[in-house]
């Protein structure tokens, strides 16, 4: 079992910045694919960024060059450093985990934290 628990989350204004933190405790880290997912009311949930168990990233295009990913595995933690924020960034953010090579999709991982919001006001 892998346990996540997200924070960082709250309100800023359009052009702000926010780091999420996706604080991981359970089984091996270091072999896992990791990911940020968010999700409006009613919408489906959506990839924002991912790094797999090789390190390699993955960002949907509306966040490309705006936020990035980062893995600490000293820490068993995921970061997501998101900058000029945008209205439009506004959701539920989900970090996301599972055991092996797993692209930015999120019905390809089995734990999930409860999320954190964010919300970006113009």
């Known amino acids: 079992q892998v346990q996540l628990v997200e924070s960082g989350g709250g309100s800023v204004q359009a052009g702000g910045s926010l780091r999420l933190s996706c604080a991981a405790s359970?089984?091996?880290?270091?072999?896992?694919?990791m990911g940020w997912f968010r999700q409006a009311p009613g919408k489906e949930r959506e990839g924002v960024a991912c790094?797999?168990?090789?390190?390699?990233?993955n960002y949907a295009d509306s966040v490309k060059g705006r936020f990035t990913i980062s893995k600490d595995n000293a820490k068993n933690t995921l970061y997501l450093q998101m900058n000029s924020l945008k209205p439009e960034d506004t959701d539920m953010y989900y970090c996301?985990?599972?055991?092996?090579?797993?692209?930015?999709?999120?019905?390809?991982?089995?734990?999930w934290g409860q999320g954190t919001q964010v919300t970006v006001s113009s």
């Open positions: 359970g089984r091996t880290y270091s072999s896992y694919s």
């Open positions: 996301a985990a599972d055991n092996g090579l797993r692209r930015c999709r999120a019905i390809e991982y089995d734990y």
């Open positions: 790094i797999d168990s090789l390190g390699r990233t």
